[in-house]
């Protein structure tokens, strides 16, 4: 969708290596609306805040009740340090030494968002808080977390920024390194620019291009309630870093609607995953460089308003020759595991989707895994990782489970499956 510049455009500035710099301005065009922030790399800093005026397309408006949903309820018995109505995000990168970096958030019960870390040559988890005083996180915040190079060069620390609302519904980017302080986290210049609904949970999309050092960072939400998207999008390439930009999609889509993408192993092509109006699971194609939305696939899956909901990746082309693969997965060759609450929350669906077998229930997969008297609180998944985390509540408060996601290209019974590895600890957190 082409964005009109205003009489107040600014020019794209040139790539200040050392000092970061930004300036934002506001244009407001029907039903687009562009927040623009030139800053400097991907590693900003922070930002004015201003009224943003907004004029609202109201086409598919159609306010239908939202299904009612289980909410967790704390309980004397609850002795762990995760807050009830936690979110969860993950991240997993290899460095260039070659070390395996995850990285899990997750809330305090005191609002402050914590990271745990686990790296390759180190063993277990390490948990450390990202936020401090300067932010009053909303209990319960929405999160989602992505990772990449400053200038999309190698040689710098990878960047981790985590997306996040305070109390009065600001969004904020939590970035580290900050001002290239490795261990320190600070607020991103896209802090303060977005406003989100009460309900509304994020999806994110970090894509590096290091042939010709182009990147692009959507983050996806609900501005307004029902029927509304936003996406804002950051790029820079060799030389320029560009304004973010943002824009509003009138879908049927669910106030407080679930969101997760996933790519289908094809550079810039990714598949959104929501709630539509009546709150069943609907899958877009959402294609980053053109920045466009397409092919909806309405399924028959209940998905209520911040069901815990995340998409796990498997290439399964091994299992081909080039005779017996399917002409699309030529170029979507990826199958998407999803995962997902019941509406109760007292059991999780495991449902595939590939494009030439579309969507196909294997819950059946990870019932091994389920027990009976746990509450499904939350699930996340890292971008090509074999890794899934399920919070659960048995009880005693919630617990974040590891789960391994089994490799594709195997006929079943020849890989390793669906398996529990562990509980990713949240000591350092008392
Ligand atoms: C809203 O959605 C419901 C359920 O599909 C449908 O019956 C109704 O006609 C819709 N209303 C409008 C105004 O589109
Ligand atoms: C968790 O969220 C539910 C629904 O918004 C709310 O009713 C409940 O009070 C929250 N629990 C805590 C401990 O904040
Ligand atoms: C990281 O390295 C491991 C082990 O070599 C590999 O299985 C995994 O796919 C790598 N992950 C990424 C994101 O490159
Ligand atoms: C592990 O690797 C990181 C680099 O990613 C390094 O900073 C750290 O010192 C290493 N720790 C150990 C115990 O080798
Ligand atoms: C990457 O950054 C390093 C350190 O700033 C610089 O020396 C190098 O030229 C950069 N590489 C490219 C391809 O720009
Ligand atoms: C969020 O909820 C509060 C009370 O629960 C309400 O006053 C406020 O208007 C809501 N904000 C939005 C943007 O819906
Ligand atoms: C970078 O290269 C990719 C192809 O690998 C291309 O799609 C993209 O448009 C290029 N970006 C820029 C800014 O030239
Ligand atoms: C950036 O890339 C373009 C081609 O994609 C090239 O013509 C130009 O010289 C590059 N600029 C720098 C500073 O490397
Ligand atoms: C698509 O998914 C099905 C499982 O639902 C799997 O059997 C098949 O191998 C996958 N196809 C491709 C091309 O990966
Ligand atoms: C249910 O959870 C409790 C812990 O709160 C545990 O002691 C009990 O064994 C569990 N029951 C079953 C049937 O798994
Ligand atoms: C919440 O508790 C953690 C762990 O004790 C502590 O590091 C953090 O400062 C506390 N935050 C607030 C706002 O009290
Ligand atoms: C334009 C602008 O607001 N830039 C700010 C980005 O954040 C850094 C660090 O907080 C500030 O120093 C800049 O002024």
Redesign the pocket.
């Given at each position: 969708m082409p964005q009109s510049p205003g009489e107040d455009y600014q020019q794209p500035r040139k790539i200040y290596f050392g000092l970061q710099r930004r300036t934002w301005i506001i244009l407001a065009i029907i039903s687009i609306v562009i927040l623009a922030a030139a800053i400097g790399g991907a590693v900003g800093a922070t930002t004015r805040k201003s009224e943003m005026k907004t004029s609202t397309s109201s086409t598919s408006a159609n306010r239908t009740a939202n299904p009612p949903t289980a909410t967790p309820t704390s309980n004397l018995m609850d002795k762990s340090p995760v807050h009830i109505n936690s979110s969860l995000a993950a991240l997993h990168w290899n460095?260039t030494?070659s070390?395996g970096?995850r990285r899990v958030y997750f809330q305090h019960k005191n609002g402050t968002i914590f990271e745990s870390a686990w790296?390759s040559?180190?063993s277990g988890w390490t948990a450390s808080p990202i936020t401090d005083s300067s932010i009053d996180a909303a209990i319960g915040t929405p999160l989602t977390a992505e990772n990449g190079y400053p200038h999309v060069n190698r040689s710098w620390d990878m960047v981790q920024s985590v997306f996040l609302t305070s109390s009065t519904g600001e969004i904020y980017e939590r970035q580290t390194p900050y001002k290239e302080q490795v261990g320190l986290w600070g607020n991103d210049n896209f802090s303060g620019l977005f406003s989100i609904s009460n309900a509304s949970s994020f999806t994110a999309y970090w894509n590096q291009d290091f042939k010709n050092a182009s990147q692009i960072l959507v983050v996806l939400f609900q501005e307004i309630g029902a029927n509304s998207l936003t996406i804002g999008k950051y790029t820079s390439d060799n030389e320029t870093s560009y304004p973010w930009v943002s824009r509003r999609e009138s879908i049927s889509i669910l106030d407080g609607s679930p969101m997760a993408m996933a790519s289908v192993g094809e550079e810039y092509s990714l598949m959104l995953y929501m709630a539509d109006s009546e709150g069943v699971m609907i899958q877009y194609q959402y294609q980053l460089d053109t920045d466009t939305l397409s092919r909806s696939r309405r399924t028959t899956y209940p998905l209520p308003r911040r069901t815990p909901f995340c998409v796990a990746t498997q290439d399964n082309t091994p299992l081909f020759t080039q005779d017996t693969l399917p002409e699309c997965a030529k170029t979507e060759p990826w199958t998407h595991l999803l995962l997902f609450g019941t509406p109760d929350r007292g059991d999780l669906r495991h449902v595939s989707w590939n494009c030439s077998s579309g969507f196909n229930d294997r819950t059946a997969m990870i019932k091994p895994l389920l027990k009976r008297n746990r509450t499904y609180l939350n699930l996340a998944a890292a971008h090509q990782d074999n890794r899934v985390y399920v919070v659960y509540d048995e009880g005693e408060g919630p617990v974040i489970e590891e789960w391994n996601v089994p490799q594709g290209g195997y006929n079943a019974g020849d890989a390793q499956g669906w398996s529990v590895l562990g509980t990713v600890a949240v000591n350092g957190t008392e």
């Amino acid at each position: 969708m082409p964005q009109s510049p205003g009489e107040d455009y600014q020019q794209p500035r040139k790539i200040y290596f050392g000092l970061q710099r930004r300036t934002w301005i506001i244009l407001a065009i029907i039903s687009i609306v562009i927040l623009a922030a030139a800053i400097g790399g991907a590693v900003g800093a922070t930002t004015r805040k201003s009224e943003m005026k907004t004029s609202t397309s109201s086409t598919s408006a159609n306010r239908t009740a939202n299904p009612p949903t289980a909410t967790p309820t704390s309980n004397l018995m609850d002795k762990s340090p995760v807050h009830i109505n936690s979110s969860l995000a993950a991240l997993h990168w290899n460095d260039t030494s070659s070390i395996g970096h995850r990285r899990v958030y997750f809330q305090h019960k005191n609002g402050t968002i914590f990271e745990s870390a686990w790296n390759s040559n180190t063993s277990g988890w390490t948990a450390s808080p990202i936020t401090d005083s300067s932010i009053d996180a909303a209990i319960g915040t929405p999160l989602t977390a992505e990772n990449g190079y400053p200038h999309v060069n190698r040689s710098w620390d990878m960047v981790q920024s985590v997306f996040l609302t305070s109390s009065t519904g600001e969004i904020y980017e939590r970035q580290t390194p900050y001002k290239e302080q490795v261990g320190l986290w600070g607020n991103d210049n896209f802090s303060g620019l977005f406003s989100i609904s009460n309900a509304s949970s994020f999806t994110a999309y970090w894509n590096q291009d290091f042939k010709n050092a182009s990147q692009i960072l959507v983050v996806l939400f609900q501005e307004i309630g029902a029927n509304s998207l936003t996406i804002g999008k950051y790029t820079s390439d060799n030389e320029t870093s560009y304004p973010w930009v943002s824009r509003r999609e009138s879908i049927s889509i669910l106030d407080g609607s679930p969101m997760a993408m996933a790519s289908v192993g094809e550079e810039y092509s990714l598949m959104l995953y929501m709630a539509d109006s009546e709150g069943v699971m609907i899958q877009y194609q959402y294609q980053l460089d053109t920045d466009t939305l397409s092919r909806s696939r309405r399924t028959t899956y209940p998905l209520p308003r911040r069901t815990p909901f995340c998409v796990a990746t498997q290439d399964n082309t091994p299992l081909f020759t080039q005779d017996t693969l399917p002409e699309c997965a030529k170029t979507e060759p990826w199958t998407h595991l999803l995962l997902f609450g019941t509406p109760d929350r007292g059991d999780l669906r495991h449902v595939s989707w590939n494009c030439s077998s579309g969507f196909n229930d294997r819950t059946a997969m990870i019932k091994p895994l389920l027990k009976r008297n746990r509450t499904y609180l939350n699930l996340a998944a890292a971008h090509q990782d074999n890794r899934v985390y399920v919070v659960y509540d048995e009880g005693e408060g919630p617990v974040i489970e590891e789960w391994n996601v089994p490799q594709g290209g195997y006929n079943a019974g020849d890989a390793q499956g669906w398996s529990v590895l562990g509980t990713v600890a949240v000591n350092g957190t008392e």
